[in-house]
């Protein structure tokens, strides 16, 4: 059985910075590209990267490019988003999500989420 | 940036009758690109079709996706109870940059 958790949330003044972690189990982690999208508080679903099954590729949206950074340990089953300079705009939960892998990104496992709140 | 136009924002309905749930695209969606996914209050998005019209592992044959180009459709052919719930499309292209629709929210009438 496929299983996402993510980890690392919290409560984070303006311009700070965090860590979240995904730990990955019950399928080949390095044969999978992985993702984050992150869900405003009553809001809709927006994806925020995605890195390739081998790390070497990585992939953001326009908000956050040079501010976060996605990462994965494959050897540990493990995804990362380092998010720094945070905005009250980043607040959302943030999801880890497997990739499909069929044609074009499409998300078969979702993690339950971890909650970023960015404010002073 | 292709955006996804989700029509109606709210879908007021009763069990056992049949939804239809639109998503427009601002320029052509390859098919072999297009999701749908099904979130409830307070869970993670579950994904219901991918392809434009293959069903996901266990999902029930009453959820039927449907459409090419710019437009493309959800159809739940019969409610039940654990339908209601905010409906998503996504697009994504060749690289794994992709984008959402706003939603669609079912609910029960």
């Known amino acids: 059985e496929v299983q996402l958790l993510e980890s690392g949330g919290g409560l984070v003044e303006p311009g700070g910075s965090l860590r979240l972690s995904c730990a990955a189990s019950g399928f080949t982690f390095n044969s999978y590209a992985m993702s984050w999208v992150r869900q405003a508080p009553g809001k809709g679903l927006e994806w925020v990267s995605s890195?390739?099954?081998?790390?070497?590729?990585?992939y953001y949206t326009d908000s956050v490019k040079g501010r976060f950074t996605i990462s994965r340990d494959n050897p540990k089953n493990t995804l990362y988003l380092r998010m720094n300079s945070l905005r009250a705009e980043d607040t959302a939960v943030y999801f880890c999500?497997?990739?499909?892998?069929?044609?074009?990104?499409?998300?078969?496992?979702w993690g339950q989420g971890t909650l970023v709140t960015v404010s002073s | 940036e292709i955006v996804l136009t989700q029509s109606p924002g709210t879908l007021s309905l009763s069990p056992g009758e049949r939804a239809t749930l639109s998503c427009r695209a601002s320029q052509r969606v390859i098919s072999a690109y297009l999701a749908w996914y099904q979130q409830k209050p307070g869970q993670a998005p579950r994904l219901l079709i991918y392809?434009?019209?293959d069903r996901a592992t266990g999902i029930p044959d009453r959820f039927i996706g449907s459409g090419s180009g710019t437009d493309f459709t959800l159809t739940i052919s019969r409610l039940e109870p654990e339908d209601f719930a905010v409906y998503y499309c996504q697009q994504s292209g060749s690289s794994p940059m992709c984008s959402f629709g706003q939603g669609t929210k079912l609910e029960i009438k």
């Open positions: 392809g434009a019209s």
């Open positions: 999500a497997k990739d499909l892998a069929a044609a074009g990104t499409q998300f078969d496992h």
């Open positions: 890195i390739s099954g081998s790390g070497v590729d990585t």
